[in-house]
């Protein structure tokens, strides 16, 4: 039943993936993109790391896609007017993926496989993960409020009109 | 019946990988600089899940913590990204990659 339920996720994350790289319209990208992050999240289910599942919804699939679309509407982007590469150039595109990937599996396939240890429910429960991240990596999560303060004056400050 | 159990690990190297590969060919493929900033965001993705799957199978939280500090960034990259696009788009009415060749100079 796992396996399955992991196979037709994954099935279902790599086809939305290849339509977010070859759809025409930059909004079914968006949507494309959105089921390619809920397949993901599903993934997250399996591995019972539920808190990441539902962040990765509610961040990329909530506020993330939002943006996109905002920004799409907002340039009015929803037509099909974009310039295209030349065929040759996205045949070398394609042709560069695949070797990438040919390249990644063939290397990663020889690996050995890790000393499995024995499976804890608790791992990715917000009890434990709130634990280490408030502990261990304390530092870090302030650091990374300090970054997003400094994205979000970035953005008003590339987001306003020149004053000329 | 918990998912590392009946699957091996590779099963999520071998899914990352094609998420990750075509992440970078969509960056290859396209002039949109849109959809370039979404190929990013999948490739940002097929790491998450390869970082998440070996944190489950190593019974180490560390993992997944570092995958919610990834997304942070991702979070922040993106803000700072659509905004540079939409002065772009302004400058240029446009939003094609191969008009910022002119930053070559």
New interface residues.
């Given amino acids: 039943?796992?396996?399955y339920l992991?196979v037709i996720l994954?099935i279902l994350?790599?086809l939305s993936?290849?339509m977010?790289?070859?759809t025409k319209n930059?909004v079914h990208?968006?949507l494309y993109?959105v089921l390619?992050?809920f397949a993901?999240a599903g993934?997250?289910i399996?591995?019972?790391?539920q808190?990441?599942a539902i962040?990765?919804i509610i961040?990329?699939a909530g506020?993330?896609m939002v943006?996109?679309l905002f920004?799409?509407m907002?340039?009015n982007?929803n037509k099909e007017t974009?310039?295209?590469?030349n065929q040759w150039l996205?045949f070398?595109?394609?042709a560069?993926?695949?070797c990438?990937?040919i390249v990644?599996?063939g290397t990663?396939?020889g690996?050995d496989?890790?000393t499995?240890?024995?499976?804890?429910?608790n791992?990715?429960l917000i009890e434990?993960?709130g634990k280490?991240?408030f502990s261990?990596?304390l530092l870090?999560?302030e650091v990374?409020s300090i970054?997003?303060l400094?994205?979000?004056v970035?953005?008003v400050m590339?987001?306003k009109k020149e004053i000329k | 019946m918990s998912a590392i159990n009946v699957i091996p690990i590779h099963w999520y190297i071998i899914l990352s990988s094609i998420l990750f590969s075509i992440g970078v060919t969509g960056v290859l493929f396209r002039r949109n600089a849109i959809i370039i900033f979404m190929s990013i965001e999948l490739m940002l993705n097929a790491v998450n899940l390869l970082l998440v799957a070996f944190s489950a199978y190593h019974n180490d939280a560390a993992g997944q913590v570092f995958v919610f500090f990834t997304m942070a960034v991702a979070a922040a990259e993106i803000a700072v990204g659509l905004a540079i696009l939409v002065v772009m788009y302004r400058n240029t009415k446009s939003t094609d990659i191969d008009i910022l060749n002119r930053l070559k100079g």
């Avoid at chain 1, 399996?46 to 790391?49: E, G, I, P, R, S």
């Avoid at chain 1, 974009?82 to 590469?85: A, F, M, R, T, V």
């Fill in positions: 039943m796992t396996q992991f994954g994350a790599v993936a290849l977010v790289v070859f930059p990208s968006v993109l390619t992050f993901i993934e997250y399996l591995l019972n790391a808190f990441l962040v990765n961040v990329y506020a993330i943006l996109f920004v799409i907002l340039l982007l974009e310039p295209h590469k996205k070398a595109a394609v560069a993926g695949g990438l990937l990644l599996v990663l396939k690996a496989a890790i499995q240890s024995p499976f804890n429910n791992t990715g434990n993960l280490v991240l261990q990596f870090p999560f990374s970054l997003f400094a994205a979000m970035g953005a590339l987001g």
